[in-house]
């Protein structure tokens, strides 16, 4: 069975400052997908990366995956205000089914 | 395309009563997932079609979930007899491929 965890769980920085979520899976799995919930909201998608060394950047977003270690982050640079909410990152198991890590509550204080 | 849509947004029932929660996938789709989110759980995957048919039902808690997918536009998840456990946001999502998509997400109460 696959498992995820992540990094820190709860998250409250000040803007301005960069930070990183780490995010750890059991087995192995050429892909993984990062996604942001905002509170009361839906889950949209933010990154999806493919193969080992990706590396894909959005704004003051940007995450990586390194597959034989099984372990992807995601850098906040310079993090603002309307980058608070909570990050999940998704490795596949088996073709399609998604497995989702705890989360990350981010909060970013003025 | 309107993205994934669910209905209702809200649902609140008294155990035992029965409750029926319906998706509509994104069109040309052909991967439905039914998801819980708690938040001593977290997000957990139900179950999942590929086109139409289930593939994995190993999520569903009890016997008192079933899930359905008649038809590449509908999917409903039904709890009967409901349970206040059972109280979470359901979300369903669909896939083309290597990225799947939320719908707006059911909060049901069972009180």
């Known amino acids: 069975e696959l498992k995820v965890e992540q990094n820190p769980l709860f998250l409250s920085m000040q803007e301005g400052k960069n930070y990183t979520i780490y995010c750890n899976y059991s087995?192995?799995?050429?892909?993984l997908y990062w996604y942001r919930q905002d509170p009361g909201k839906s889950l949209e998608s933010l990154f999806v990366?493919?193969?080992?060394?990706a590396v894909k950047q959005e704004g003051r977003l940007m995450a990586s995956l390194d597959t034989k270690a099984r372990l992807s982050t995601l850098h906040i640079t310079a993090a603002v205000h309307d980058l608070s909410a909570t990050y999940f990152c998704?490795?596949?198991?088996?073709?399609?089914?998604?497995?989702f890590g705890q989360g990350t509550r981010l909060t970013i204080n003025p | 395309d309107a993205g994934v849509i669910q209905s209702p947004r809200h649902e609140v029932t008294e155990m035992g009563q029965e409750v029926t929660l319906r998706c509509k996938p994104i069109?040309?789709?052909?991967?439905l997932f039914w998801y819980r989110q708690t938040m001593m759980r977290g997000l957990e995957l139900l179950i999942y079609?590929?086109?139409?048919?289930?593939?994995?039902d190993s999520g569903m808690p009890e016997d008192r979930f079933s899930a359905k997918m008649p038809n590449a536009s509908f999917s409903n998840l039904k709890i009967q007899p409901s349970e206040p456990r059972d109280s979470a946001v359901y979300f369903c999502?669909?896939?083309?491929?290597?990225?799947?998509?939320f719908g707006q997400g059911t909060r049901l109460t069972v009180v």
């Open positions: 990366l493919l193969s080992n060394g």
């Open positions: 069109s040309g789709h052909d991967y």
């Open positions: 087995t192995t799995s050429d892909r």
């Open positions: 079609f590929n086109n139409n048919v289930p593939i994995d």
């Open positions: 998704a490795p596949p198991w088996g073709v399609q089914k998604l497995v």
């Open positions: 999502a669909s896939s083309y491929g290597l990225e799947a998509f």
